[in-house]
């Protein structure tokens, strides 16, 4: 296999991402249990590599991929900035994070919608990250979750997938599955 990517600068990434989301949790199906923040960065890290590993097409960023990831909820749910990002990873890479990162001033509705446009001027490696993002979110749903909230989670994941299904066949291959298979939360 290729070298898909740089160690050293996924590595920063990494340490720059789990020192940033320090002390951040989430929910899961189970109302005991939280999960430390940077295992959701993580498995949205996997699943690119993943991806990368399998790829035949080599025009593929696999750095840019990458560190997008790996940073991709840091400006929407730290206090780094753009800026922050720009002088320690390059514009590109904080390009695309802040692309990826919901505008808080929108209303609600309109900040997805705001975000996909954004994510869909960027280069096609930053449409990746924002489909292996909703990948790992559709795993099952935290346990204080209403069947309308499930319902509207999958299908605000479908709209990602036809929105930018076209930046990467296996990912929004992936994506297609996990959305038919979220269905079935909605349901019990
Ligand atoms: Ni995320």
Request: include cysteine.
């Amino acid at each position: 296999m290729k070298q898909a990517w740089s160690t050293e600068l996924i590595n920063k990434a990494w340490d720059f991402a789990t020192l940033a989301h320090q002390g951040q949790t989430y929910a899961t199906p189970d109302p005991h249990i939280r999960l430390d923040y940077i295992n959701h960065v993580g498995a949205v890290t996997m699943e690119l590599m993943w991806e990368l590993a399998r790829s035949t097409d080599n025009t593929i960023d696999g750095n840019l991929v990458l560190q997008c990831a790996l940073l991709h909820d840091v400006i929407e749910d730290t206090n780094y900035s753009h800026d922050d990002l720009v002088q320690s990873f390059g514009k590109a890479v904080a390009d695309g994070v802040l692309a990826l990162s919901k505008k808080p001033d929108l209303p609600r509705s309109a900040q997805m919608h705001d975000s996909l446009m954004r994510i869909r001027q960027q280069p096609r490696e930053v449409w990746m990250v924002k489909m292996a993002d909703r990948i790992n979110n559709l795993s099952p749903p935290p346990a204080h979750w209403t069947k309308e909230r499930i319902q509207a989670y999958g299908q605000e994941g479908q709209l990602i997938h036809d929105e930018l299904q076209s930046a990467h066949a296996g990912l929004a291959q992936r994506l297609q599955e996990k959305i038919n298979a979220y269905a079935a939360y909605a349901k019990a």
